[in-house]
C-alpha cells in the first residue's frame, strides 16, 4: 500500500483532502466501478471523485460499503449535475445523490458547471451553503469555475467556494485561475490531468519520463502534486491503478517542471464552461 497516497492537503476550512483520487467518468456502474474503486481502495487511494450525472453513485456507494475502509477515512466527492440547478432542486439532488452513496454525510458537493445560460449558480451555492451548514457536507466546491463566475459567487456568497475542479494538465495548465484562486484560498483540482491519454507519447514527457524511470502518467500526476494541484486520475486496470498511485517516491527538478509548464498551449481538450449549456 502507498501510505503516501493519503497524504493531504488543508482546505480553508480545515478539512484535509487527499492530492490523489480516482475519477470514475464513464466507468459503468455495476461491476466495473465496483471493482475499480476496490482496488484503488485496496492500494490505499483514499479519495473517489464521481458525479450524478455520471450515472454510477450506487456502485461507489457499494464499492465503498464492501470495503473495510473507515468511513471517516474516505473523501467521497459528487457532484450536482446542470438539469438540477436551483435552490430546491440542488437540495433534492443532494438527497437523491447521498441516497445511491449509501451515505449519511458527503465529503466534497461540486456544482458541476456553472451554466451560464440559465443564470442559476447563485441559487445553487445557496443550496450547497445550506448543506454545509448543516453538517451534511463538510466542503463545498464548484467545479468549471472561471474567474469571472468565482468573483460572483465571492461577491454573493457566505462560504468562499473550498475547491475549483477544472480541466488542468500540461497543455491547459489555467495559471490565471491558478493564482486568482490560490489569493482566494481555493483548492485548485485537476480534471482529466492526463488529458484522456493524449499526451503519453509527448517528447518532453517520454523524456523526462525515462530520466527518473517512472511512466508518463506518473509525471504528470506528480508535476499536478508538485503545484498545488489536487489529481483524480481514472483508470478501471488495477495495474494503472496503482501505478498512478506510485508517484510519492520521487520529485521532479525545477527544471523539469519549468519543462513540463512549458509545454502548455492553453488549449482546452473540452468546451469552455462560458458555452457548455448541455442539461
Ligand atoms: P484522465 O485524464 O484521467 O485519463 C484517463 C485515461 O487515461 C484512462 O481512461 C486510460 O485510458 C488512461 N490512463 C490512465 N492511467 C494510465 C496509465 N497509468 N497508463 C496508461 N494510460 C492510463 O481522464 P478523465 O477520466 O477524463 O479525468 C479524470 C477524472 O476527472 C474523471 O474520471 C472525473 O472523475 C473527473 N472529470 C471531471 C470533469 C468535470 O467536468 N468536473 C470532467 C472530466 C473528468
Redesign the pocket.
Known amino acids: 500500500m502507498v501510505k503516501e497516497l493519503q497524504s493531504t492537503t488543508t482546505l480553508h476550512n480545515g478539512v484535509k483532502m487527499p492530492w490523489v483520487g480516482l475519477?470514475?467518468?464513464?466507468v459503468q456502474d455495476g461491476e466495473e466501478v465496483v471493482s475499480s474503486v476496490k482496488a484503488a481502495l485496496e492500494v490505499g487511494y483514499r479519495s473517489i471523485?464521481t458525479a450524478a450525472i455520471y450515472a454510477n453513485e450506487e456502485g461507489v456507494g457499494k464499492a465503498i460499503a464492501e470495503s473495510n475502509v473507515p468511513r471517516e477515512e474516505l473523501f467521497v466527492t459528487t457532484?450536482v449535475w446542470n438539469a438540477d440547478h436551483g435552490y430546491e432542486e440542488t437540495l433534492a439532488a443532494f438527497d437523491v445523490s447521498l441516497k445511491k452513496l449509501g451515505l449519511d454525510y458527503l465529503d466534497l458537493y461540486l456544482i458541476?458547471?456553472p451554466l451560464p445560460s440559465q443564470g442559476k449558480y447563485i441559487e445553487t451555492w445557496k443550496a450547497l451553503e445550506q448543506l454545509y451548514k448543516d453538517g451534511r457536507v463538510r466542503a463545498i466546491g464548484v467545479?468549471?469555475f472561471k474567474i469571472h463566475h468565482l468573483e460572483d459567487i465571492i461577491a454573493n456568497c457566505e462560504v468562499i467556494p473550498l475547491v475549483n475542479?477544472v480541466e488542468y494538465h500540461p497543455r491547459f495548465n489555467q495559471s490565471e485561475l491558478h493564482a486568482f484562486c490560490k489569493k482566494h484560498g481555493i483548492q485548485l483540482e485537476a480534471?482529466?490531468?492526463?488529458?484522456?491519454?493524449g499526451l503519453?507519447e509527448e517528447p518532453v514527457l517520454v523524456e523526462i519520463a525515462e530520466k527518473y524511470k517512472k511512466?508518463t502518467?506518473q509525471i504528470i500526476i506528480r508535476w499536478d502534486i508538485q503545484n498545488g494541484v489536487v489529481t483524480?486520475?481514472?483508470?478501471v486496470k488495477p495495474h494503472?491503478i496503482a501505478?498512478?498511485a506510485e508517484v510519492f517516491d520521487f520529485e521532479l527538478s525545477q527544471e523539469d517542471m519549468d519543462k513540463i509548464n512549458n509545454l502548455n498551449t492553453n488549449q482546452r481538450m473540452f468546451a469552455d464552461p462560458d458555452d457548455f449549456n448541455r442539461v
Do not use: C, T, Y
Not at 480534471?191 to 491519454?197: A, F, I
Not at 483524480?232 to 483508470?235: N, Q, R, T
Open positions: 475519477g470514475v467518468f464513464k471523485d457532484k458541476h458547471w467545479s468549471n475542479q480534471w482529466s490531468p492526463l488529458m484522456q491519454g503519453f511512466s502518467a483524480i486520475p481514472k483508470s494503472r501505478e498512478n
